[in-house]
């Protein structure tokens, strides 16, 4: 385990260089990195009058201080999860009355998200006040371009939850409560320009919380593995494998004991390392559906249950993924078929079995129906975005991709078999 820590480490420097700040008790680094972006920042923090958060506050005030930096007001309330509409623009809001000249985001995956997306409005809103106008790949730079705006007011990200790597990525999730439907912003233009993750801070996230994060990085890994082709899967396929092998390797144990720190240590450097891979390739299945899942499922466990099925529809085109796959699983305990004779869906199958143990080895659901809340409107709501133009990256970024015209044809199948957990369900493009 120390030779794959020292390996993600490595990956972490080639990726971000100096503009990143990660380990195990770096916490009080925070504000000279903010230094470097502005001399006014403005908080938006998680948890604001929690017990645990109060820890979070101290630091972070402290700093800050260390650094000569007087935040400009009271620290702002971080949104609900899986950032409501409504909760980021009452985060403009606020940023627009402090007008400083540096973010700081401080918590997970939820938070920051909806400080890019706020930060967005921030700069853009007046010309464009519909935050539909940014959702899709993108949009936000050719509205700054369009406007004459140049760029978003700096943004330092400090996670807190080893999950979603939106400390280091493009991607900002938004949710419309009204339909309960997820849509995306995929923009360079909200990339953090720094970012601090404590790894010990992580010590405080429950066994729930944990194995979510742990699944949704490794889903970022997955499917960026699976969708990849030519160079690009050759950059990719060392920083997922070894993404997917930290976390698959760890999450038990930080579950088991929140307090191991060599657990808390890779879990956080393997989502991480599924957050460069999401800025090397794009997610496709899992997340796409999860995004119609909002309302009765975490993002990383609706990722984590539809995976597996995914797995056996894009079997046939990701031989050689599924075999680096099954040694992971294997090594993991995860995996005790041997898988050296079988090819195509029925190794989709193996490796699809041995996520599900996976699942099951950390209490989560491998079947929709397990799921308190789903309906056949989740089938039909997962359909329907699935057809939105807005979140076609996701088709296109399939190993075996499907235009809209084909969706009920294939998706719908695969759907069925996760509402089930019958594999015999799912249709293989071409077979």
Known sequence: MTDKKASAREFLREFKGDAYVYGLDCSE???????????????????????WAEQVRSKTQTSLAAAGLAPVGEPIKGPAPNAPREDVCRIRDALAERDPDVLVAVGGGSLIDGVKAASALLTLGTEHPDIDAYFGVGQVSKLLADTGAGQLRPLVAAQLAASSAAHLTKYSNV???????????????????????????????????????ALDGIAHALEVFYGAKGETLERVRPVATLAIDLCVSSVKAACSDPADLAAREALGLGTDLGGYAIMIGGTNG????????VDVLSHGRACALMNPYYTVFFAPAIEPQ??????????????????????????????????????????????????????????????????????????????????????????????????????????????
Do not use: C
């Open 29 to 51: 680094r925070l504000g000279e990195l903010v230094k470097r972006h502005g001399a006014r920042p403005a908080v938006v923090m998680s948890g604001l009058g929690k017990d």
């Open 175 to 213: 949710t419309d409560t009204g339909t309960w439907q997820k849509k995306l912003i995929v923009d360079d233009a909200i990339v953090p320009a720094a970012a601090l993750f404590d790894y010990a801070a992580t010590a405080t996230m429950s066994r729930a919380f944990t194995s979510d994060g």
């Open 286 to 293: 899992g997340h796409l559906t999860s995004f119609s899942l």
């Open 322 to 431: 599924l075999r680096d796959l099954a040694e992971i699983f294997r090594g993991a305990g995860y995996l005790a078929t041997d898988t050296s004779g079988l090819h195509g869906r029925e190794l989709g199958v193996a490796v699809a079995e041995s996520m599900l143990a996976l699942s099951r080895a950390i209490g989560f659901p491998t079947t929709l129906n397990e799921v308190a809340g789903f309906s056949d409107a989740h089938i039909e709501r997962a359909l329907s975005a699935a057809k939105n133009p807005q979140l076609e990256m996701k088709l296109k970024n399939m190993p075996v991709p499907l235009s809209a015209e084909l969706i009920d044809e294939y998706m719908g199948p695969i759907l069925a078999a996760a509402r089930t957990g019958d594999f015999g369900l799912i249709k293989n493009l071409g077979a």
